[in-house]
């Protein structure tokens, strides 16, 4: 099929039926691939009382079969179309991703239709996935990576927050969880308000409009409200929880952060780079792991969200050298704050960034990835097309001043879990 003439930096946005938000991207020049994502307002924030952890279920339960084919019979035809079909739950929402050839787009959109619309819910499908959450639930209890994350969450983040759990609940809530509650969940929170589908590849707005109104008809008209959010007030301190028979200690120092519609976002994901979000060009790697060797694992994240963020540093070490580890994860946050970057070191990673979404751009799967990002957070469509011009317009006073509203170390919670024996 011809390829719509357009760039994949620039993205279009139209209604489709029952208020479901449309957005359209070109495909990177010389693919032939389409990538169409359904985002619902079906995280883990939106789980029923008593039924944490429905939310990952559902989403679990997104490729074990829709419409009238079983989990054997759609991963059959999938195949025959040389397609993939993958979930993604977190905290604020759930997504669908299908991705395969562009010629039979119409038929991709009609599997993720179906699967939107017409899930299947077969007690075979719905036990496998209650066991991977138990399992998840034993490592969340036993793996110093998971305990680790799982306590910084509770530290951050008070009872009621929708950022303070993991999404996969208890033994008692799974066991509270059927086929029913799922599809009740799934009606609810999978609708038109709140809700987007976003397409990559040769695919005209126009006729995805008229695709999309066909097989996404019946979707309901009305959506969740959005949940309670209290704020978050972290009291500094060091957490430790011993877990002998480990191999290794986990380290967090964490913070809460900025959201992403916050101004100072740009500046505040180039400092976070900088320190450790990109791997061996960071602070973090050179000094803990590099040139000291103290670390299996050295990186920092900043996860900027619709309703606020966090951000972490995460280090992995042996068990006599933690205590080494963790001053130097603040001296380094800290060093962001109150000296300026050198300009040759912004000027490296402000241009390794900005390659980053030129390196995105030669598949349609990581381009999609831009175009789901920018439609989630409602950024304008020419976001990405303008990401050089605004990194490059940032100063290293603009960057340190960010640093210290996202990542000052000063009110951080510090987390270390392993075989760290008692206090």
């Known amino acids: 099929m011809g390829e719509p003439a357009g760039d994949p930096l620039e993205l279009e946005y139209a209604h489709g039926p029952s208020d479901l938000?449309?957005?359209?991207q070109p495909g990177p020049p010389g693919t032939h691939s389409v990538a169409a994502t359904f985002v619902a307002p079906a995280g883990w924030a939106y789980d029923p009382p008593r039924g944490e952890a429905t939310a990952r279920l559902a989403g679990l339960l997104a490729t074990s079969g829709a419409g009238g084919r079983d989990r054997r019979a759609l991963a059959r035809y999938l195949d025959r179309l040389g397609a993939s079909l993958s979930p993604r739950v977190d905290p604020e929402s759930a997504e669908v991703t299908i991705w395969g050839p562009a010629a039979p787009w119409e038929a991709l959109l009609g599997i993720l239709a179906d699967v939107v619309l017409r899930p299947r819910f077969g007690p075979d499908d719905l036990a496998r996935v209650r066991r991977q959450l138990l399992e998840r639930q034993l490592q969340d209890g036993a793996q110093p990576g998971h305990r680790?994350?799982?306590?910084?969450?509770a530290a951050l983040f008070p009872s009621g927050h929708p950022y303070r759990s993991t999404g996969v609940g208890d033994r008692a809530s799974l066991?509270?969880?059927g086929a029913a509650s799922i599809g009740r969940f799934r009606r609810a929170h999978f609708a038109g308000p709140g809700c987007m589908l976003v397409?990559?590849?040769p695919v005209p707005l126009d006729r995805l409009r008229r695709v999309?109104?066909?097989?996404f008809a019946e979707l309901p008209s009305t959506g969740p409200a959005p949940p309670a959010v209290p704020t978050p007030r972290p009291a500094p301190r060091e957490i430790r929880i011993d877990l002998p028979g480990t191999a290794q200690v986990e380290v967090r120092l964490a913070r809460v952060?900025?959201?992403r519609a916050d101004p100072t976002y740009?500046?505040?994901?180039?400092a976070n780079e900088i320190l450790g979000g990109s791997s061996m060009l960071s602070r973090l790697y050179a000094r803990v792991r590099g040139r000291d060797g103290l670390a299996y694992h050295a990186s920092s994240q900043l996860e900027s969200m619709r309703w606020g963020g966090y951000w972490e540093a995460r280090v992995g070490t042996g068990p006599d050298r933690w205590r080494r580890v963790v001053p130097m994860l603040r001296e380094e946050a800290g060093r962001?704050?109150?000296r300026p970057v050198p300009s040759a070191e912004l000027a490296t990673m402000r241009e390794s960034r900005i390659g980053a979404v030129r390196l995105a751009l030669e598949s349609t799967a990581e381009a999609h990835e831009l175009a789901v990002d920018a439609a989630y957070h409602g950024l304008a469509p020419d976001y990405w097309r303008r990401w050089p011009e605004v990194l490059r317009g940032l100063a290293a006073e603009d960057v340190r001043r960010a640093a210290e509203a996202a990542i000052d170390p000063t009110d951080a919670v510090t987390v270390v879990v392993g075989p760290v024996g008692r206090r």
């Open 175 to 177: 066991a509270r969880i």
């Open 148 to 153: 680790a994350e799982r306590e910084m969450l």
């Open 212 to 215: 999309a109104g066909r097989l």
């Open 199 to 201: 397409v990559t590849g």
């Open 21 to 24: 938000r449309l957005v359209r």
């Open 336 to 338: 962001l704050v109150h």
């Open 266 to 270: 740009p500046a505040a994901y180039l």
């Open 257 to 259: 952060s900025i959201a």
